[in-house]
């Protein structure tokens, strides 16, 4: 049974691919990705996405382009790129007011 941030991530996985993917050329097939995550310290969206369309690719899925993602996180007046789980955990308390 999956938890509920697998199948958020899942989706969100999903609608960065959806988009580059040429659907039309597949009528009844289907295309499933399986992203395993060995070790996440922040970005393993960015990274699953990133992976995923360049599996997509070498697999000859005819695609639009290939997606490319990110994260950041602006903590007070200093942003940083591929932030850990720690800054974003401190980052969604600090705008939520959580103390």
Excluded at 48 to 73: F, K, P, Q, R, W
Aim: glycine fraction near 6%; charge should be negative.
């Amino acid at each position: 049974m999956r938890d509920p941030e697998e199948l958020e991530l899942s989706r969100f996985l999903e609608q960065a691919l959806t988009g580059a993917v040429r659907l039309e050329t597949f009528p009844k097939a289907v295309v499933d990705v399986y992203v395993t995550v060995l070790e996440d310290d922040g970005a393993a969206l960015a990274a699953a996405i990133n992976v995923a369309s360049l599996a997509l690719a070498d697999a000859g899925v005819e695609m639009t382009d290939l997606v490319a993602a990110c994260s950041a996180v602006r903590l007070f007046l200093l942003g940083g790129i591929n932030s850990t789980n720690h800054e974003i955990f401190f980052a969604c308390r600090a705008c939520s007011g959580i103390k």
